[in-house]
C-alpha cells in the first residue's frame, strides 16, 4: 500500500511540473522580445501574398521577426525562388478551419526555402488563434486546428 501511495505521489508530482513547462509567459524573452500576449501587433498573413490562379502565393522573400504576432488566416505558398525567414521568438497563429482543403496553412512548394533558426530558450511558436493567454491553460490536446507547415 506504501508503495502505490509513493508511486501515485510522484505521478502527481511529475504530471504538474510537466504541465507548468507549457506555460510560455516568457516566451522570447531571452532574445529580447515583446511578450506575446500584449506586446506585439498582429500581421495577417493574407497581406503577404498575392493571388495567383486562386492560390495565395508569397509576394516576395519575407523575414517574419518576433516583434510582431503572425496570423495564418490563409493557406499560403513559398513558391520557387522565393525564401521564407522566420526569426526565433517570432509566434505565428492560425486561424481554424473545419474544412481541411481549404486550412490555413505554410506550404513550401519545390525550389521554395524557409530558414526557421528557433532555439530553446527563444523558440518558434506555431499554434492557433484559440491560443490567447501563453499561461499553458490552452490545453495540449487540442490538435488540428489548422493546416500547420507543409514542406
Do not use: H
Request: with cysteine.
Amino acid at each position: 500500500m506504501k508503495k502505490i501511495r509513493l508511486l501515485t505521489a510522484t505521478a502527481i508530482l511529475a504530471i504538474a511540473a510537466i504541465s507548468n513547462g507549457f506555460a510560455q509567459s516568457n516566451l522570447g524573452e531571452a532574445c529580447g522580445c515583446p511578450v506575446p500576449v500584449s506586446g506585439r501587433p498582429t500581421v495577417n498573413f493574407s497581406t503577404l501574398v498575392t493571388n495567383v490562379g486562386g492560390n495565395n502565393i508569397l509576394s516576395k522573400s519575407t523575414v517574419l521577426t518576433c516583434t510582431n504576432t503572425y496570423i495564418l488566416d490563409t493557406k499560403v505558398y513559398v513558391t520557387e525562388g522565393l525564401t521564407l525567414t522566420i526569426m526565433p521568438g517570432t509566434v505565428i497563429k492560425g486561424a481554424p478551419n473545419l474544412d481541411a482543403a481549404n486550412a490555413c496553412a505554410i506550404v513550401v512548394a519545390r525550389g521554395g526555402k524557409i530558414i526557421a533558426d528557433g532555439t530553446e530558450s527563444c523558440p518558434i511558436v506555431m499554434t492557433t488563434t484559440e491560443d490567447t493567454n501563453f499561461d499553458g491553460s490552452y490545453p495540449i490536446c487540442s490538435r488540428g486546428k489548422w493546416g500547420g507547415l507543409v514542406i
